[in-house]
C-alpha cells in the first residue's frame, strides 16, 4: 500500500489521492490528523475537496474491504483512522479518496 501514496501525486498514474497518515499524529490528535490529511489529499489532487469530504482509510494489509473504513466528514475520518491504527501493530495508516462507481479492482498473483 505505501506504493500507492507515492504514485498518487504523479498525474499519470491516474491514482486516487492517497496520503499516509503516522500513529504519532493520529494519537496525539485525531481531529488535528484528519484535517491535516484531508488538507494532503487537496493538494495531491490540485485542488480543494468540494466540501464533502469522502473517502476510505486503510491499513496494509487491506484486503477485500478487511482493513478499510468508509469516512463521509472529517469527524468521521478522524474516527476511522482511531479504529484502524487501534486495531493492529500499525505505524501508519493510509488516507484515500474514495472512487465512486468501482465495478473490478485488478489484481496480480504470482505463484512460484
Given at each position: ?100 462507481e468501482v465495478a473490478m479492482e485488478i489484481r496480480l498473483h504470482v505463484v512460484e
Amino acid at each position: 500500500k505505501v506504493w500507492s501514496a507515492h504514485l498518487s501525486s504523479v498525474p499519470c498514474f491516474c491514482m486516487p489521492a492517497t496520503t499516509r497518515v503516522p500513529l504519532g499524529l493520529v494519537m496525539n490528535d485525531a481531529s488535528r490528523a484528519a484535517e491535516t490529511a484531508v488538507k494532503a489529499l487537496d493538494r495531491i489532487r490540485g485542488r480543494p475537496s468540494s466540501g464533502t469530504v469522502r473517502g476510505v482509510v486503510k491499513v496494509a494489509p487491506a484486503w477485500e474491504g478487511r482493513g478499510v473504513w468508509l469516512f463521509t466528514s472529517q469527524e468521521e475520518l478522524a474516527s476511522a483512522m482511531n479504529t484502524a491504527l487501534q486495531a493492529g501493530h500499525q505505524t501508519h495508516c493510509f488516507v484515500q479518496d474514495l472512487v465512486e462507481e468501482v465495478a473490478m479492482e485488478i489484481r496480480l498473483h504470482v505463484v512460484e
